[in-house]
């Protein structure tokens, strides 16, 4: 720590001698590691003095590509055995100086800045370092091991070099490597892949590059390791330097970028710092697990099997409720059509009795063509009842109702009427069967059968722009509409109504009912019929 | 023999009295009515023997005749079209009905039954029996009219145990040891009597499931009954009886 405030402290002394000796600017000193400074040349641009690495404490890297001389100065505290204070240097690796003691006479007094503090101070030389690297090493004999290492590097520092890939993977007992991966841009990583380890190649400088790895879909650095490996990879008779990188780092399948830069306070342009940069890129494709072709061919075939099972399950019960479904819907239907059926068919008993005691009225009065008249009519309108069909025409109801009235008529003696619009095609237009009749049926009971020849009916086929309208109108006492009980005609017609709302849901019937004293009027609307 | 006839439809009374007049020489007849209150009045009026009684009459029924008269000292011959309430009271008083259009044997069988009645000169009590049975709903009803050869019965439902059938004559054999004879087939008094609870065990018997003591199993399908009677059950009606057996 001390030292550290040391080295800061002398950054700005100025010496009181200026030497303009080889260019060299001696006003302006540079911490060089440990006890020790430097004044380069004036003119030099670039010095980055002083870099210190992890694991590498007791070593200065100062990187001075365009200085072409230096002086090294060696300052020492009041308090300090100077005589127990050795040194060397090398410059490109070969030894000038050994182990030599410092010379006091040389020693002067300097002042570290503004400060009170008086340091003594003496220069180990004057060296051309462009091209060279000028390594000092000084110590204490009282602490030897303590030695303080300042390199001096001239040179343009090299790029790193990726020597080749290896990829860590598990065996049954152990691990085993695959390490012929080079020039590989590609990597899969199967579940056994446990590391990706980084080859670098050897240099002395090993510990100035650091390694970093960059996710290339978000940008972001994924990995930073400063710290390289030796042992394992060997290359002639040197260990390589190399880093692990545990497959978990890399999340997903996709670009990865794998940096290698020197670890230097850089104070130069990023277009510059790309010279010093080694940059590769892998395709890394994470598989969850690898699987031999027969064991592929039949997880296939398994998963197949289970979708196919499933999705005929799913088929099954999908028709099957589909099927149930349909059938409900037409139970529902039939059911409607059942009913309407059973309605339908409920042609009053009393009235059909009562027309064959009319028959054989007249023919025990010898009317015989008239007995075979409305014989005729008689079976003609049972068979009309009888008969299950559906929807008959419009002319065919009037026939059946001219039948059914005029078996009326010869019960109790009234007039009737049918009128229709001109412009409405009775043959071809259908209805429901016997829809009218129970109102009709209704008329002649409630309405007229009590005034005899006076009373009349009038029944009316209308077109009203695309409805259907049926009327029945009679001239009889009336009856209170609200009382639900007026006749089983009636009751039946409103289950009808409804029932045949059921069965035709696109078109309405609306049954409306007029009753005064004066008479009745019922209005049937089919909507939207025509 | 005096008659009146009823009907709302002036085509029905002319078949009738076309009817009487080719095939019942011996009714003579008074007058004819198309409503209620005509009807009270020809009869007050005539003091008929005999009524042609139509039951459904418009919006009313002939029985609204039989209440508005103080005295019913005349016999009745209903005639209907169809009727399912009316009916089945006028059979538990043991009354003759005709149906429309009218068959001329019945027609004929009917007023020779209403001679011989006013011959014998059995007091009429049917019809009041008629009204009675009119004004409770007709699953509460709880006596019949038996018509025997010189009388009419009145027998309670609880006291009939059985009937049996002897081709067109029915046994009735009630609750005191008495066995009655009756000329009207059992399928008559089955129908009649069903909706009372009455169990068709066999073709020619009819039993009254109070009086049933045990199912025996050992002979296919037997009643014991509480008088020490075993009645047949037949194949095809073992379940009916099984069933309604269990209910009770």
């Given amino acids: 720590m001390k030292r550290i405030i040391f080295t800061f402290l002398s950054f700005f002394i100025a010496l009181s001698t200026v030497n303009a000796q080889k260019g060299i600017n001696f006003s302006h000193m540079y911490a060089a590691g440990g006890k020790l400074l430097m004044c380069v040349d004036s003119s030099a641009k670039n010095v980055h003095y002083n870099n210190i690495f992890p694991n590498q404490p007791n070593t200065s890297f100062n990187y001075l590509p365009d200085v072409h001389n230096l002086s090294i100065q060696i300052n020492f505290r009041n308090n300090i055995n100077i005589q127990h204070y050795r040194y060397t240097i090398l410059v490109d690796n070969k030894p000038i100086v050994v182990n030599k003691s410092i010379d006091t006479a040389q020693l002067k007094n300097t002042n570290a800045g503004g400060d009170e503090e008086v340091f003594r101070s003496t220069t180990l030389g004057i060296f051309r370092i462009q091209g060279k690297i000028i390594t000092t090493l000084v110590y204490s004999t009282e602490n030897p091991l303590d030695i303080d290492k300042s390199v001096f590097y001239g040179k343009p520092i090299p790029r790193a070099k990726i020597k080749f890939f290896s990829k860590l993977f598990a065996l049954d007992h152990g691990f085993g490597s695959l390490t012929d991966l080079k020039e590989r841009t590609n990597f899969s990583f199967a579940k056994k892949d446990k590391e990706l380890t980084i080859i670098k190649d050897k240099s002395d400088l090993d510990y100035l590059y650091y390694t970093s790895i960059k996710d290339k879909q978000t940008n972001k650095i994924i990995f930073k390791s400063t710290a390289w490996e030796y042992g394992h990879f060997v290359d002639g008779n040197a260990y390589l330097p190399h880093i692990s990188i545990d497959k978990n780092i890399f999340k997903k399948s996709g670009d990865y970028e794998i940096i290698i830069q020197p670890l230097i306070r850089w104070n130069i342009s990023s277009k510059e710092k790309e010279k010093y940069t080694t940059r590769h890129t892998l395709s890394i494709t994470l598989e969850e697990r690898s699987y031999t072709k027969k064991e592929l061919l039949i997880y296939t075939l398994i998963v197949a099997c289970s979708l196919g099972l499933v999705f005929l399950i799913f088929l099954y019960f999908t028709k099957k409720r589909n099927k149930q479904k349909l059938a409900e819907k037409e139970q529902q239907k039939n059911t409607a059509k059942l009913q309407l059926n059973s309605v339908r068919s409920q042609l009053n008993p009393h009235f059909l009795f009562n027309a064959l005691s009319g028959i054989q009225n007249l023919m025990n009065k010898n009317e015989i063509d008239n007995a075979n008249k409305y014989l005729s009519k008689f079976a003609r309108l049972t068979r009309n009842v009888l008969d299950d069909k559906e929807l008959i025409s419009l002319s065919q109801e009037k026939t059946l109702l001219d039948d059914y009235l005029q078996m009326e008529q010869l019960r109790f003696g009234f007039k009737y009427e049918i009128n229709r619009s001109e412009n409405l095609d009775l043959a071809n237009i259908e209805i429901p069967s016997m829809l009218l009749q129970p109102f009709v049926e209704n008329a002649v009971k409630h309405g007229i059968s009590q005034k005899a020849t006076d009373g009349k009916i009038m029944i009316a086929f209308i077109k009203q722009a695309n409805d259907l309208v049926l009327t029945v109108t009679d001239n009889g006492n009336g009856f209170d509409t609200e009382k639900k009980n007026t006749g089983l005609g009636l009751l039946l017609s409103d289950s009808r109504i409804q029932l045949l709302n059921n069965i035709y849901k696109e078109n309405r019937f609306t049954l409306a009912i007029q009753s005064t004293t004066n008479g009745t009027k019922i209005c049937l609307t089919l909507t939207d019929w025509l | ?248």
Wanted: a neutral charge; glycine letters at 4%.
């Fill in chain 2, 1 to 248: 023999m005096k008659a009146v006839l009823i009907d709302d439809e002036i085509s029905n009374l002319e078949n009738l009295r076309t009817l009487l007049e080719k095939h019942c020489p011996q009714v003579t007849i008074m007058a004819t009515a198309q409503n209620v209150s005509d009807a009270v009045g020809a009869i007050e009026k005539h003091q008929p023997h005999l009524v042609f009684l139509d039951i459904q009459m418009g919006e009313q029924t002939g029985f609204e005749v039989l209440k508005l008269l103080p005295k019913r000292n005349f016999e009745v011959i209903f005639v209907t079209a169809y009727d399912h309430y009316g009916i089945q009271a006028v059979k538990f008083a043991a009354l003759d009905y005709l149906l429309k259009p009218i068959d001329i044997e019945e027609l004929i069988t009917a007023v020779n039954k209403v001679e011989y009645k006013l011959t014998t000169q059995i007091q009429n009590l049917q019809l009041d029996f008629l009204l009675q049975q009119l004004k409770k709903p007709e699953k509460d009803v709880s006596t019949i009219a038996l018509p025997m050869q010189n009388e009419i019965r009145y027998i309670p439902l609880v006291e009939i145990i059985r009937c049996e059938a002897d081709n067109s004559y029915t046994y009735f054999f009630l609750a005191n040891s008495e066995k009655i004879v009756v000329s009207k087939s059992l399928k008559e008094y089955a129908d009649l009597l069903r909706p009372n609870g009455f169990l068709r065990t066999h073709q020619s018997h009819l039993v009254n499931p109070k009086y049933v003591k045990s199912w025996l199993k050992e002979d296919g399908g037997i009643l014991l009954l509480t008088s020490g009677q075993k009645i047949p059950v037949s194949k095809a009606n073992k379940e009916t009886v099984k069933q309604a057996l269990q209910r009770i």
